[in-house]
Each structure stands twice: as C-alpha cells, then as structure tokens.
C-alpha cells in the first residue's frame, strides 16, 4: 500500500498515529475562538490563526498545484459507482445520501491479506483513504 501512497504524496498521512483528543484543552481554544471578528483564537500571549501552511506542515499534505474538487452526483447512482471503485456495493447499510459509512468499510476491508492481488491492493488503499 505504501508505494500506491507515496505516488499520491499521501503516504506521510499515513504514518500519523492516533491522536490521544484532550477535550478541556479543545473546549478552552473554543471558548477563547472569536468566530464572527476574525476567526481568530486569543491567547494570554496574543493572536493566534491556523493557517492552511500550518495544516500542510503538519500533515505533509501538498497546498500547491491544482484544486481536487469532488463531484456530488454521479451516473447510476452512488451505489453502482462504489462498486466500481471498491467492488463491493454499500446498500443502505453502507451508504447514507453521499457518504460512505466508515463503519461498513472498516467491516468490509478489516485488514488487507499477504497473498493479496493488485486489484484488492488498490481497493483496500481507497478505502483506507476514505
């Protein structure tokens, strides 16, 4: 999966581990969050603003080049395109409106075999990407 990755420059999101969420510490940066003036959070030591350069340093995801935009219909349904992409069709179980389930995939592709075919290789890296 990790050449597939790296061809996308995505490979460096997949080596993040999970992330141990300290709420007191969100609830604290919200309740500082001046939304409607300038999206802005307010610090005892001054202003502070996430940047998109930010966001990319830290996930190592490129901000340059051309804008990847999705598309919200398709041709014949988002059932019949899932299966296109991942052979499999989600049906009410998997799908709700647009969005794949992240729990249907996770139960779909649980893990990715040894002896496991280009194809499947691929299908299980676009469900792990999504």
Known sequence: ????????????????????ID?????ALIERWRRSETHSIYLPFGEC??????????LGL??????VIG?????????DYIQRVLGVKPGK????????KCT??????????DDASD????RYTQSYLL
């Open 1 to 20: 999966m990790v050449p597939i990755l790296q061809d996308l420059r995505f490979d460096r999101v997949s080596r993040l581990s999970r992330i141990q």
């Open 23 to 27: 709420w007191s510490l969100i609830t």
């Open 49 to 58: 603003t996430i940047s998109l350069q930010d966001v990319s340093i830290l």
């Open 62 to 67: 490129r901000i340059d080049g051309p804008t």
């Open 71 to 79: 598309f919200t219909s398709v041709e014949g349904g988002w059932d």
């Open 93 to 100: 179980e998997g799908l709700v409106g647009g969005r794949v």
């Open 104 to 113: 249907w995939l996770n139960k779909i592709f649980p893990s990715l075999l």
């Open 119 to 122: 194809l499947q290789l691929q």
